[in-house]
């Protein structure tokens, strides 16, 4: 049974404001998160603008942990998911442009095979 008491009835009317609240900012940090993966797949985005999109939400996971939208693990993870996503991508190195149909040149040189002793 719901309490009665103003005090009671006060909180639950505070407790509605910041869910409301709460629930704008955790939307804005799921799409500025979809918006970063999207970027780091991307390839003929540039890096600039792919660093900015990043930057941004790794910001927007920050401000929503220190407000206490998020757990503070919680945008560490996702923030760890985003970085390992961008440094398996700096490995790789930049995707190789698509080339044209029957293009031998595109094609790279298979590595001799090492001698079995």
Same mark, same amino acid.
């Given at each position: 049974? @719901?309490?009665? +008491?103003? %005090? ?7 407790? *509605?404001?910041? *869910? ?6 955790? %939307?804005?940090? $799921? +799409?500025?998160? #979809? ?12 890096? %600039?603008? /792919?660093?900015?999109?990043? #930057?941004? @939400?790794?910001?927007? &996971?920050? /401000?929503?942990?220190?407000?206490? #939208?998020?757990? !503070? ?5 996702? $923030?760890?998911? &985003?970085?390992?996503?961008?440094? $398996?991508?700096?490995? *790789?190195? !930049? *995707?190789?442009?698509? @080339? $044209? ?8 040189? !298979? ?7």
């Amino acid at each position: 049974m @719901a309490k009665r +008491t103003a %005090s009671a009835k006060k909180q639950a009317r505070a407790g *509605a404001r910041r *869910a409301t609240r709460n629930r704008g900012t955790r %939307s804005e940090v $799921k +799409t500025l998160i #979809v918006k970063a993966r999207r970027s780091l797949g991307e390839t003929s985005g540039d890096e %600039s603008e /792919r660093a900015a999109t990043m #930057v941004e @939400a790794l910001r927007a &996971l920050d /401000r929503a942990a220190a407000k206490g #939208v998020l757990h !503070p693990n919680n945008s560490a993870r996702r $923030k760890s998911r &985003l970085a390992r996503q961008l440094a $398996k991508l700096a490995v *790789a190195g !930049p *995707a190789p442009a698509k @080339a $044209k149909k029957g293009g031998a040149a595109a094609r790279p040189t !298979p590595a001799p095979a090492a001698k079995k002793r």
